[in-house]
């Protein structure tokens, strides 16, 4: 069982920039690919930024590719979502989720945090 708790969410002029944290419970923190996803009002959750548990490998969505840096530190079981250049378009509620890999290879995600609000202003 892993717990996530998200945090440094808040109100942001667009432009600006905000460093949203991850903290996770449990030993097995090194074992778990991590996310960010969010979900705006009337959207659908979108994965934002991923990376492995292992090497580090790291994927973006198109939108915030080159704006997003997503870290992790193993020794605090923490995942951190860099987020530079904001727009209103990033707007939403973010989470964080831990999973692995499902049998054909895919992400797949077991547990998520209760998210933390994202507003940018103009």
């Known amino acids: 069982q892993v717990q996530l708790v998200e945090s440094g969410g808040g109100l942001v002029q667009a432009g600006g920039s905000l460093r949203l944290s991850c903290a996770a419970s449990g030993r097995t923190f090194i074992n778990y690919i991590m996310g960010w996803f969010r979900q705006a009002p009337g959207k659908e959750r979108e994965l934002v930024a991923r990376?492995?548990?292992?090497?580090?490998?790291?994927r973006y969505a198109g939108s915030v590719k080159g704006r997003f840096t997503i870290s992790r530190d193993n020794a605090k079981n923490t995942v951190s979502l860099l987020m530079n250049n904001v727009t209103r378009d990033d707007t939403a509620r973010y989470y964080c989720?831990?999973?692995?890999?499902?049998?054909?290879?895919?992400?797949?995600?077991?547990?998520w945090g209760q998210g933390t609000q994202v507003t940018v202003s103009p």
């Open positions: 989720a831990a999973g692995g890999l499902s049998t054909i290879g895919s992400d797949e995600y077991y547990y």
């Open positions: 990376i492995s548990s292992s090497t580090g490998d790291t």
